[in-house]
């Protein structure tokens, strides 16, 4: 098969298992983004989560983690709902983690992508990721034309929005590549002007130190005193610059039925989160990204919130 024929291949592909975009750029070094990140990690911004320290030429350079990687291909996968917890004083969770562990899901749509490119030209060298490698996956979804990074810093797709899930194929197989599109946020700060925490310090910057994602899945102790009251009732996640953003408009719904949420979780009300159990945690989250944080982990968020509640 001729490059063409194989990149039309791998996209027809990708939107038979269900992603939405697919784009793809030639591997190489990430310059524009070595001295962004630079900046950004000398800043402290990324707090405690020092995984973000390492490896980082990995990060700024995939044919470092895969051998003689000749293109990176960028994946969209829509996890975007319209159902809401029932109790709207209820603290709230993001709503990437209402179904199933999206690692799990995506992660099986890869393999399953990788095997067919394999099925379909012979064997290569490449390897899949779904945010869980030393990839800046946000830089190569702008490279192969998925989007722009937001001033929220999210990939923002003209056609539907940001809430979507980013993965990547590095791969040792020369393809027919994309070009970025144009930034459209043009003057508008509504992402900024909502952040309950001011964590988008400037445009197209996040503080990650100060994000409740941050503050609410990452951060192992206690959150600071200083962030009481400013949570907006959030205990896993944060969906508030995305819930502002006017590119959100067009957002569809996802089809993906591992990413429905049980009735059991949407009904759950403020006071049965305040006296969640670990039983009722691992029944509610047996397959979630929730669980990243642990039973203790959402327990000790819950109870930031819960001066919140009590004025209920």
Known sequence: MDKSSITLFIKNKSRELGFSFCGISKAGFLEEEAKKYEIWLKKNMQGEMDYMENNIDKRLDPRLLVEGSKSVISLLYNYYTDKKQVDINSPKISTYAYGKDYHKVVKKKLKNLMQSIRDKIGNIEGRYFVDSAPVLERAWAKKSGLGWVGKNTN?????????????????????????????????????????????????????????????????????????????????????????????????????????????????????????????????????????????????????????NLEKI
């Open 155 to 307: 990939i923002i797709n003209k056609k539907q929005g940001s809430f979507f899930f980013i993965s990547q194929l590095i791969l040792d197989l020369s393809l027919d590549y994309d070009t970025p599109v144009k930034d459209y946020c043009g003057s508008c700060t509504k992402c900024i002007d909502a952040c309950p925490t001011d964590a988008i310090v400037e445009p197209y910057v996040v503080d990650g130190s100060k994000c409740i994602s941050y503050f609410t899945i990452e951060l192992k102790e206690n959150i600071p005193e200083t962030m009481k009251g400013k949570f907006d009732n959030w205990m896993f996640g944060c969906d508030t610059c995305q819930e502002v953003c006017p590119w959100n408009k067009f957002s569809v719904l996802h089809n993906e039925k591992e990413f429905h949420p049980s009735e059991d979780l949407m009904n759950v009300t403020s006071e049965e989160w305040i006296n969640l159990n670990k039983e009722a945690f691992d029944n509610l989250f047996k397959s979630s990204a929730v669980k990243r944080t642990k039973f203790d982990g959402l327990k000790r968020n819950i109870s930031f919130l819960k001066l």
